[in-house]
């Protein structure tokens, strides 16, 4: 299972919030919602992340069994 909870620690690092990606970055509240809720998000999401915090994917996403 793919789990998000990487992207809320790397955010409390680089000291960014949920109103700063959608502000600053463009995300939407729907895309934050799925994050939030571990819903499918596509690639394009996560490769927008990885840039606008300026990380690996491994500080967004993680694989659990």
Known sequence: MIVFDPLWET????????YKLIKEYGFSTGQL??????????LHTINSLCEALDCDITDVIAYKK
């Open 11 to 18: 955010m409390k690092k680089k000291n960014v919030s949920q």
């Open 33 to 42: 919602d799925r994050l939030r809720k571990g819903a499918n998000v596509n």
